[in-house]
């Protein structure tokens, strides 16, 4: 979906030198005035279609490092070195994308010269919210923002590729779910679940608890995973997914952690635990990407227990189409069981 908001880079990443990022297979060049504030070109110089990103930022325009060429946040040519008479033409205008910085994000908006209705999406907790302690990560995968989306959201693989970690082989009850889908998204409540016995659950509620426990998609790629365990932990994982191309995806997570013990104590646990975790649904991801490349397609087989996916797929279809459909106030809900 192009007429979508996507995070390019954290706030930090962006100094003097013009950074390259490429969403939904467009290179693209971020960089800053003289202000402080971000623009966004296409990294092409519409003169000779070098790069614009291995020039440098000159008195607060992008400068192409072949001819010189500059260009301000708006893509107007502003500077033909060598040329006597109007720099200034149409013709020589860089297509400039609209940028908001926001909670420590760059975000683009990927419809050169649009004015969009809607700003983007804003993190629920971030730094500074008293109680929690909140640990940025940005994650980049093989995979289609579909498959990424899908296997953060999915809980019947967690006893099998992070087997231990949450939950074990043996599923241990049988509990409800219910998924509810709007025109812009759709969320799953697994509604009974026993606090997971894995090493995580453990680390989070040692004395157990009632946990309640939704998984969300957001349009157009906020995947997010939410834990109540008991009344004073909470987890609340939201990660922001932007298409590198097809088959890459960058995933900008904001985790935030509330529990008895203070943040300094978890830190240290959570760090690597997510990393491992990461790191074993990376390979899949990867293999699944060859795979689909292999076989010239993807097969999916689905059952009842693939609660999102197939709800997300139908969501980016129709965000890809324009139509969302009438907006809906109350979700549509579907009731089911399954066994963790
Ligand atoms: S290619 Fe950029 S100025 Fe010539
Ligand atoms: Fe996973």
Not at 159 to 188: K, P, Q, S, Y
Not at 251 to 271: D, E, K, N, Y
Request: aromatic share 8%; hydrophobic share 40%; charged share 20%.
């Amino acid at each position: 979906v192009l007429d979508a908001w996507y995070i390019a880079a954290h706030s930090h990443q962006l100094k003097r030198k013009p950074l390259p990022v490429t969403i939904h297979g467009t290179p693209l060049v971020l960089f800053r005035d003289d202000e402080g504030s971000a623009g966004c070109l296409l990294d092409r110089c519409p003169h000779r279609n070098v790069p614009l990103s291995i020039g440098k930022v000159v008195e607060g325009q992008l400068r192409c490092g072949y001819h010189g060429w500059r260009f301000d946040r708006g893509g107007r040519c502003t500077h033909v070195p060598a040329l006597v008479g109007v720099s200034d033409k149409r013709s020589r205008c860089a297509a400039a994308y609209p940028v908001i910085e926001q909670q420590g994000f760059i975000w683009v908006y990927m419809r050169p010269g649009a004015e969009p209705e809607q700003g983007p999406y804003t993190f629920p907790i971030t730094e500074g919210e008293p109680g929690y302690l909140v640990v940025r990560r940005t994650v980049q995968t093989a995979g289609s923002l579909h498959m990424v989306a899908e296997n953060a959201l999915d809980v019947p693989h967690t006893a099998f590729l992070h087997g231990g970690l949450f939950r074990t082989e043996e599923a241990r009850g049988e509990i409800e779910t219910e998924v509810r889908r709007w025109h812009d998204r759709v969320e799953c409540e697994y509604i009974g679940e026993a606090r997971p016995s894995g090493i995580v659950g453990r680390l989070l509620s040692p004395s157990g608890g009632v946990v309640v426990h939704h998984d969300r998609f957001f349009l157009p790629s906020v995947v997010q995973v939410e834990y109540s365990i008991g009344t004073e932990n909470h987890v609340l994982v939201t990660a922001f997914g932007t298409p590198v191309d097809a088959y890459e995806t960058q995933l900008h997570a904001v985790v935030a952690i509330r529990t008895r013990f203070p943040g300094w104590l978890i830190r240290p646990f959570i760090q690597p635990l997510a990393l491992w975790i990461f790191h074993q649904d990376r390979t899949v991801l990867r293999l699944q990407t060859e795979a689909a490349l292999k076989y010239g397609s993807a097969h999916m087989a689905s059952t009842d227990v693939d609660l999102l996916g197939p709800h997300i797929m139908k969501l980016m279809r129709r965000a890809e189409r324009g139509d969302l459909g009438p907006v809906r106030t109350e979700p549509r809900i579907k009731r089911g069981r399954m066994l963790v």
